[in-house]
């Protein structure tokens, strides 16, 4: 069995997982990202050792233990080179790790370890593939060849910086236009409340105002109930996110490419505009194409791939 933890600016995910991928038991606790490094580690480490003692299991009964963390990530060395949500810098997380709990450990990139777990719910007979969640961003991460892709300082792969819309509005990380301004669920909210001040008497202006917000779901929600006003956000919004999905898969051509994140849900609602774009647009139109498909794994994949990413 393995560890795999799953840091979040929120909580701290970890599951005890078998070597057929299955979670068998699953923690959590809050990270409180304020916190120091040394606090937070600390809480990985213990909340490891209480799944396992709650598993009724032993540490020595455990081959190794994965951690998946935001940021910019020298997954040789285990080190956290830069994540700014945490506000940390050079933080040696593997070594910190094996020192509190004993146990060989691996540090990937959260994004990464989140689509190897989706990578190798297929069973490993896929060599390339591409999963992107959409969120409060655009995440994800590149498989090639059944190895992560990390870019030669671990920082590769922000899939959502891709530039869709040249000189267009600004993203959170400086440039204009990303992606990630149009296609995450940030993004959608966005074009939802502006289409809501131009149609006040929209259903979604409705749920808006019954709900309390505007989230992901109020386009989509109206637009299902044949809202005009709505469907017209939701078609545009899956214009912008197969888009960027068509300049993936231009370069990367992978065999499959699959969607996650909490919008996810919307299933072949969200799948089938978005595979009738890209089938239309996307490059190789006369030979096999790259499936498009939603990820199975949820909010376990970061767990899972952290755990089985022990020889990327």
């Not at 935001?70 to 040696?92: C, F, K, M, Q, R």
């Amino acid at each position: 069995m393995r560890i795999g933890i799953d840091l979040g600016g929120t909580n701290i995910a970890a599951g005890l997982v078998d070597e057929n991928g299955k979670i068998i038991k699953k923690l959590s606790t809050p990270t409180l990202a304020e916190r120091s490094f040394e606090e937070i580690a600390a809480d990985m480490a213990s909340l490891a050792k209480r799944l396992v003692s709650e598993a009724g299991h032993r540490m020595s009964d455990i081959k190794s233990l994965g951690a998946g963390s935001p940021g910019a990530i020298d997954s040789e060395s285990g080190t956290v080179l830069y994540a700014g949500n945490l506000g940390w810098t050079n933080a040696p997380l593997r070594a910190e790790l094996e020192r509190l709990t004993g146990l060989p450990s691996n540090i990937e990139n959260d994004a990464n370890a989140a689509a190897y777990g989706e990578y190798t719910a297929h069973g490993g007979d896929i060599k390339d593939f591409i999963l992107i969640t959409l969120g409060t961003g655009i995440g994800g991460g590149i498989i090639i060849d059944g190895k992560i892709y990390r870019g030669f300082n671990g920082a590769g792969a922000e899939l959502g910086h891709n530039t869709l819309i040249f000189g267009g509005e600004r993203c959170n990380c400086g440039k204009r236009g990303c992606w990630e301004v149009y296609g995450s669920v940030s993004g959608l909210i966005n074009q939802t409340k502006a289409a809501i001040k131009e149609n006040p008497n929209s259903l979604m202006a409705r749920l808006g105002d019954e709900r309390g917000t505007v989230d992901g779901r109020t386009a989509f929600d109206a637009a299902k109930a044949g809202d005009e006003a709505a469907r017209a956000v939701v078609a545009r919004y899956l214009e912008y996110v197969a888009d960027g999905i068509c300049s993936l898969v231009n370069i990367f051509e992978p065999e499959a490419l699959l969607i996650g994140g909490g919008i996810s849900k919307e299933g072949d609602y969200l799948l089938d505009p978005i595979k009738k774009y890209c089938e239309a647009n996307w490059f190789c139109k006369t030979i096999r194409q790259t499936r498009l498909g939603i990820a199975r794994l949820g909010n376990d994949a970061g767990i899972i791939g952290a755990a089985l990413s022990e020889n990327q």
